[in-house]
């Protein structure tokens, strides 16, 4: 099992004794590459954030809104930006959501679409 997370002030990834066979073994992956930006990140930002595994990419994402009028009974859901982790090349990336001047859509969660799908296509056979 391998799990990934958000610490306080870390992202950590977290191997069971299944992958290594010696217990559990965490790693802080944003020591080395995002520390800073993420130290700097708003405790509310961090603590509202939403996760979600795009399986098609292979990346981690999270959202979040680090907006100063954000609040947890101001807009909640509404996110405006995006941290993803690229779990093939161990690479982080920032994205910005930016808002129209009035009636702007909102990002307020990840929507899973499977990596296949299928159909069935019955039609009698004569033979």
Do not use: C, K
């Amino acid at each position: 099992m391998v799990l990934l997370f958000i610490g306080l002030n870390q992202v950590y990834l977290l191997l069971s004794q299944i992958v290594l066979q010696v217990g559990l073994f965490s790693q802080n992956l944003s020591l080395t590459t995002i520390q800073t930006f993420y130290s700097n990140l708003p405790d509310l930002a961090r603590d509202n954030a939403r996760g979600f595994y795009d399986e098609i990419h292979n990346h981690i994402r999270w959202i979040y809104n680090e907006d100063t009028t954000y609040s947890e009974t101001n807009y909640i859901n509404n996110y405006n930006r995006e941290l993803s982790l690229d779990l093939s090349l161990q690479a982080f990336y920032i994205y910005s959501i930016s808002s129209l001047v009035t009636n702007t859509p909102r990002i307020n969660d990840y929507i899973g679409i499977p990596s296949h799908s299928f159909t069935t296509y019955s039609r009698p056979l004569i033979v």
